[in-house]
């Protein structure tokens, strides 16, 4: 499993390159994203957006929102049940974890991906990055 700074360039990579049954980056469409605090690995991404990809819809993909970074890949299906009012019970990735990055900015306007945030949880500052929606 391919963990730290450079597991963010690889997803990228991976996905160009069609690594779910295409071999255009082109078809590479998202069937079902589901936004939701995922768990996947040793990971935990609080403002997940999980997206089914691949003809086969047997591979999915992790973004963090927060960090801006693919927090994973897995293949064999998508993200358990949400269940509401669960309390802590996070929807998890289904089937094997390909590829996880650690919890760290996945983009950076310097060679620093160091955490700026002052708590573990939150967006990271404007001036890094900012998501702004599919």
Known sequence: MLQGPRAAGWFSLLLVLGCFGSTRAADQKPSFIQSATVRTGTNTTLKGLAIQVGDRKTAAVCFDTELLRMSAMW????????????????????????????????????????????????????????????
């Open 75 to 134: 293949e064999g299906g998508f993200i358990s049940p949400i269940k509401l009012m669960s309390r802590g019970e996070y929807p998890a990735a289904q089937g094997e974890i390909r590829v996880e990055s650690g919890n760290r900015p996945g983009w950076a306007r310097t060679n620093l991906l160091a955490d700026p945030r002052l708590e573990p949880f939150g967006p990271i500052p404007v001036e890094q990055g900012r998501y702004s929606g599919v």
